[in-house]
């Protein structure tokens, strides 16, 4: 029988697992934790963004979330100039000019359309995110069809802007989504009753993972709740004309009417995320190393506890995927769309947005004069839409912009055309269905 030593029996190492466990015979193991602050990271990150629009969403993030070294590096990148959390950046990642934390949540960054304004000239070549979500939203809105000559089929979304918000809007709790609140209950409970478990089998390696990601996602959904989401947009100038204009792209033409306040708020408005208080930020670094120190807690002691713990420890993490995997499969896009919307008070189905299906260019060129209601510039309108500059594009351009001029019923009848008979009795046919098609729906156009 060997003789054991009495000092031997002292130095060995005392357990953290002090309490028979269920499977606690098994010699299986689960490797789970360098997958854990990888793994949902995305899914993870849309999560966290909500709690800028959800109402109470920032007070739900009490459970065992993945990707804990995904958000740590996502939080660091706004704050840059702690030389601490440099540590955990690429030097690459850093930049002289401060993140744009918007873009950070993906609430910024899109490049919207061309623009052209009527009245005063101006030129935009690539507009910003909240144009590209309203040719969005215009892109699918249903379509009139007016019937005609059918070449190329055209859309033109006629939008009658008719508030100009103020320079900016708040926009925390703007979007009520009660089945995002309620379901965030389902993995905060089973995060505690995973943690419940592993404690009440004294497997202390685990209960301390996930009672330590429990808390870390909390305050960090609280910290990063603190911002402000708002929309801005720059204020016009006193005297400024209206901001009638164009947005051009391939698959349709947008016309935007209205004061030059209205317009700019699709043309020049973004979605800003604030973090301006300098205690606030300091709690950002303080969640961005918790975060990190997370990843680093789950790397080392998930394989130190029982089997049984760490199924508790992979079933909430599961469980807090699942339930970040269904946030992210809302449609990110739409939400947005949904704020822009209510923003400029275009929520009604039936007000301010007006889209129509011709069947050739010249026909919703056209159209568009008419529903611009602006004879000076038809010229203009003109010329941008139809770029043909031929003589005979030319004097049926000059003949659109006489019958506006003239004041009377607009007839179309060719006589004033010159040459080039044939293409002449086309266009008139182009002519007079864009007339037409005005006629009906004028009432809906008129601003």
């Given at each position: 029988?060997?003789?054991?030593?009495?000092?031997?029996?002292?130095?060995?190492?005392?357990?953290?697992?002090?309490?028979?466990?269920?499977?606690?015979?098994s010699?299986?193991?689960?490797?789970?934790?360098?997958?854990?602050?990888?793994?949902?990271?995305?899914?993870?990150?849309?999560?966290?963004?909500?709690?800028?629009?959800?109402?109470?969403?920032?007070?739900?993030?009490?459970?065992n979330?993945?990707?804990?070294?995904?958000l740590?590096?996502?939080?660091?990148?706004?704050v840059?100039?702690?030389?601490?959390?440099?540590?955990?950046?690429?030097?690459?990642?850093?930049?002289?000019?401060?993140?744009?934390?918007?873009?950070?949540f993906?609430?910024?960054?899109?490049?919207?359309?061309?623009?052209?304004?009527?009245?005063?000239g101006?030129?935009?070549?690539?507009?910003?995110?909240?144009?590209a979500l309203?040719?969005?939203?215009c892109?699918?809105?249903s379509?009139?069809?007016?019937?005609?000559?059918?070449?190329?089929?055209?859309?033109?979304?006629?939008?009658?802007?008719?508030?100009?918000?103020?320079?900016?809007?708040?926009?925390?709790?703007?979007?009520n989504?009660?089945?995002?609140?309620?379901?965030?209950?389902?993995?905060?409970?089973?995060?505690?009753?995973?943690?419940?478990?592993?404690?009440?089998?004294?497997?202390?390696?685990?209960?301390?993972?996930?009672?330590?990601?429990?808390?870390?996602?909390g305050?960090?959904?609280?910290?990063?709740?603190s911002?402000?989401?708002?929309?801005?947009?720059?204020?016009?100038?006193?005297?400024?004309?209206?901001?009638?204009?164009?947005?051009?792209?391939?698959?349709?033409?947008?016309?935007?009417?209205?004061?030059?306040?209205?317009?700019?708020?699709?043309?020049?408005?973004?979605?800003?995320?604030?973090?301006?208080?300098?205690?606030?930020?300091?709690?950002?670094?303080?969640?961005?190393?918790?975060?990190?120190?997370?990843?680093?807690?789950?790397?080392?002691?998930?394989?130190?506890g029982?089997?049984?713990?760490?199924?508790?420890?992979?079933?909430?993490?599961?469980?807090?995927?699942?339930?970040?995997?269904?946030?992210?499969?809302?449609?990110?896009?739409?939400?947005?769309?949904?704020?822009?919307?209510?923003?400029?008070?275009?929520?009604?189905?039936?007000?301010?947005?007006?889209?129509?299906?011709?069947?050739?260019?010249?026909?919703?060129?056209?159209?568009?004069?008419?529903?611009?209601?602006?004879?000076?510039?038809?010229?203009?309108i003109?010329?941008?839409?139809?770029?043909n500059?031929t003589?005979?594009?030319?004097?049926?351009?000059?003949?659109i912009?006489?019958?506006l001029?003239?004041?009377?019923?607009?007839?179309?009848?060719?006589?004033d055309?010159?040459?080039?008979?044939?293409?002449?009795?086309?266009?008139?046919?182009?002519?007079?269905v864009?007339?037409?098609?005005?006629?009906?729906?004028?009432?809906?156009?008129?601003?």
């Open positions: 029988m060997p003789i054991i030593h009495p000092l031997e029996e002292v130095i060995q190492p005392r357990s953290m697992v002090t309490s028979s466990t269920p499977m606690g015979k010699h299986f193991a689960l490797d789970t934790s360098g997958l854990a602050s990888v793994f949902g990271g995305p899914e993870a990150k849309f999560s966290l963004a909500l709690v800028h629009v959800y109402t109470g969403r920032r007070w739900l993030g009490w459970y979330s993945p990707g804990s070294y995904f740590g590096r996502l939080l660091v990148r706004i840059q100039e702690s030389p601490i959390l440099n540590i955990f950046s690429n030097s690459d990642e850093r930049s002289e000019q401060p993140p744009n934390t918007a873009e950070l993906n609430y910024d960054g899109r490049k919207g359309p061309k623009f052209t304004a009527i009245h005063s101006t030129v935009i070549d690539k507009t910003g995110h909240l144009a309203f040719v969005k939203e892109a699918k809105k379509a009139t069809i007016i019937p005609g000559r059918q070449t190329r089929p055209v859309n033109i979304t006629i939008a009658n802007l008719h508030y100009a918000p103020p320079k900016e809007i708040p926009l925390a709790g703007l979007q989504h009660t089945s995002a609140s309620v379901g965030a209950l389902v993995p905060i409970i089973v995060s505690f009753g995973a943690c419940a478990a592993s404690g009440y089998y004294r497997d202390w390696y685990c209960f301390s993972v996930i009672s330590i990601g429990i808390i870390v996602n305050l960090s959904c609280l910290v990063i709740g911002g402000k989401l708002v929309f801005t947009h720059p204020e016009p100038q006193p005297g400024f004309p209206r901001g009638d204009g164009f947005l051009t792209t391939p698959e349709q033409i947008i016309l935007l009417k209205g004061d030059e306040g209205a317009v700019n708020s699709v043309t020049r408005g973004s979605y800003c995320l604030h973090f301006d208080n300098g205690f606030l930020i300091f709690l950002i670094g303080i969640c961005a190393i918790l975060l990190m120190l997370q990843s680093v807690a789950q790397l080392l002691l998930v394989p130190q029982s089997l049984f713990g760490q199924l508790m420890f992979v079933v909430s993490i599961v469980m807090s995927w699942l339930y970040n995997l269904w946030l992210s499969s809302l449609d990110k896009e739409k939400i947005q769309r949904d704020m822009l919307m209510h923003i400029l008070h275009l929520t009604e189905p039936d007000r301010g947005l007006t889209k129509f299906t011709f069947g050739t260019r010249t026909s919703m060129a056209v159209f568009a004069v008419f529903a611009s209601m602006n004879q000076e510039k038809a010229k203009d003109l010329d941008y839409l139809v770029p500059n003589e005979v594009w030319v004097n049926w351009k000059s003949t912009v006489n019958q001029e003239s004041g009377k019923e607009r007839q179309f009848d060719g006589s055309w010159g040459s080039s008979q044939d293409l002449v009795e086309t266009l008139d046919g182009d002519a007079k864009a007339y037409q098609g005005f006629k009906v729906f004028e009432p809906q156009l008129v601003y």
